[in-house]
Structure formats: C-alpha cells, structure tokens
C-alpha cells in the first residue's frame, strides 16, 4: 500500500505540478503586489481620488461597496494573464509546433479508384488487387510514404 503512494509521488507529474502551482503561487503574489503598488495608485491619480485606488467605494444605505478592492483584483488577474500568455504559453506552443514530428503516413488510409475496374486500391499501388491491371501510383502518396518514384 505504501508502495504504491510512494511510485505515484515520485513520478515527474505530481512533482512537476506541485512545482507550477508553488510559482504560479508567487508569481500571483508579485502581480498583486505590483498592481497594487503601481497600477492603481496610478489609476486613482488619473480619476482624482488621492492615494490608494483600492480603498474607494461607495455607501448605499449603510451598505459599503468596495469596488476598488474588485477593480484591483480585476486588474492584476488580467496582467497574469497577460504576462503568463505572451511569457509562458505563447513560447511554449511555438517550442511544441518546432519540435512536433509528422504523424506517420498511413498507407492504407490514402485511397484512390482503379481506373479500369472501379475499385478502390490504395494510392500507393502499382497494380490492382482485384482485377491486376498496372496502373500508376499516385506521386504524392508515394513521397509521402517514403517510397522510391516509379519509372
């Protein structure tokens, strides 16, 4: 029993995700902290309320409405956001795209019709299965099964 907790937190996996939540965890800390140091200072310098911008909100009948602690948190989500697609996601599918392999060429899965008898042969075929005629294999489907041209 203990065995089988020990195979299973000992893979890359667990150990890779606890990694990624722990820097995704002060990567979050350091955008919050950042957007509540510079951002909406700045924000509440632009709409005239002095100093911290996270500290307005407005009072309906006894009720308080912080809406800047919202707009505060608003904000730094969509700069981790940001930050995390243009920094971490968009370079990583551009490593995946250069480093994808081409799937392998199915040479049954490219068919084609045997001119004289109908049927379907595959692209590849230099001579039908049902009624023997030659035919001429298709130059693609060839190239991309690796196949020397035929003369």
């Given at each position: 029993m203990?065995?089988?907790?020990?195979?299973?937190f000992l893979?890359?996996?667990?150990?890779?995700?606890a990694?990624?939540?722990?820097?995704?965890a002060?990567?979050?800390?350091?955008v919050?902290?950042?957007s509540?140091?510079?951002?909406?200072?700045?924000i509440g310098?632009a709409?005239?309320t002095?100093?911290d911008?996270?500290?307005?909100?407005?009072?309906?009948r006894?009720?308080?409405?912080?809406y800047g602690l919202f707009?505060?948190?608003?904000?730094?989500f969509?700069i981790?956001?940001v930050?995390?697609?243009?920094?971490v996601?968009l370079p990583m599918?551009?490593i995946?795209t250069r480093?994808?392999?081409?799937e392998p060429?199915?040479?049954?899965?490219?068919?084609?019709d045997c001119?004289?008898?109908?049927?379907?042969?595959?692209a590849?075929?230099s001579r039908c299965?049902?009624?023997?005629s030659e035919v001429?294999?298709?130059?693609?489907?060839?190239?991309?099964?690796?196949l020397?041209a035929q003369r």
């Amino acid at each position: 029993m203990l065995n089988g907790f020990k195979d299973f937190f000992l893979r890359g996996n667990v150990i890779s995700m606890a990694i990624g939540l722990a820097v995704g965890a002060a990567f979050t800390a350091v955008v919050t902290a950042f957007s509540n140091a510079f951002i909406t200072p700045l924000i509440g310098l632009a709409t005239g309320t002095v100093g911290d911008f996270s500290h307005s909100y407005f009072v309906v009948r006894n009720a308080k409405f912080p809406y800047g602690l919202f707009i505060s948190a608003a904000l730094a989500f969509l700069i981790t956001a940001v930050v995390l697609y243009f920094c971490v996601v968009l370079p990583m599918m551009k490593i995946q795209t250069r480093f994808k392999r081409d799937e392998p060429f199915d040479i049954k899965a490219a068919v084609r019709d045997c001119p004289r008898c109908y049927t379907e042969i595959p692209a590849v075929a230099s001579r039908c299965a049902h009624c023997t005629s030659e035919v001429e294999p298709v130059p693609e489907a060839l190239q991309k099964a690796g196949l020397p041209a035929q003369r």
